[in-house]
C-alpha cells in the first residue's frame, strides 16, 4: 500500500474507532473494563509476572487502573512509561502507588523521575491500542512510542482491546509491530 494511502487508512481506522468509544456508555465501558481485567489477570503470563509495564490509562482506553492496582497488591513491581516528545520514546519507571506520578505529556500521568526507578526490563508489557487485529498488531494514537519500544522488548506483550476494536487485518507500516497476545473482553487472542 503506498504510504499516502496508508497513512489516510490509518487516520480513518483511529477516527472510526476513537468515535466508538467515546460513544461507549460509562456503565458499558466500566463492565468491558472489568471482564478485560479479570481476563488478563486470569492468564498464567500474569499471575507467574514478578514485574510488568503498565501504561496509565486515557478516559477512552481500556482502564488500566485495577491491572495496576492488583499488580501493586500482588507484590508485582509495576512500571509505567515516561514519554519523551522529542524523540518519539518512552523509558519505564518503577511507582509504588498513584502518588508516585505527575502530570505529563498529552494530557497523561507520568512516573515522577525524582522518586522512581528506571526500570530495565519485566517480564510482561501491558501495551495500549485503539485498535488491533488477530494477527496482534495495533493502531494507537499514531505517535509510535510502543512500536518502536515493542521492537527491541524482550518480555512477553499483551495488548487490552474491547473486542468491538478487534478488524481482521490493519495495514501496516515498516515500524509497525505485533504484540504477543491480545486480551479483550470476550477472548484472548495468542499470537505466538
Known sequence: MPVKNLKQKKTELRSKYIKLRENLSA?????????????????????NAESIFAFISKDIEVDTGAIINDALRSGKRVAVPLCDPGTATIEFYYI??????????????EPNVEVCEKAESSDLMIVPGLVFDR???????????????ISDYKGLSAGVCYSICIENELPLGYYDKPVNLVVTDKYTIDTR
Open 135 to 149: 494477527n496482534g498488531c495495533r493502531l494507537g494514537f499514531g505517535k509510535g512510542y510502543y512500536d518502536r519500544y
Open 27 to 47: 456503565d458499558i465501558k466500566s463492565e468491558l473494563d472489568r471482564k478485560i481485567f479479570e481476563r488478563l489477570t486470569a492468564l498464567p503470563e500474569y499471575k
Open 96 to 109: 509504588n502507588s498513584y502518588e508516585d506520578l505527575k502530570d505529563g505529556f498529552y494530557g497523561l500521568l
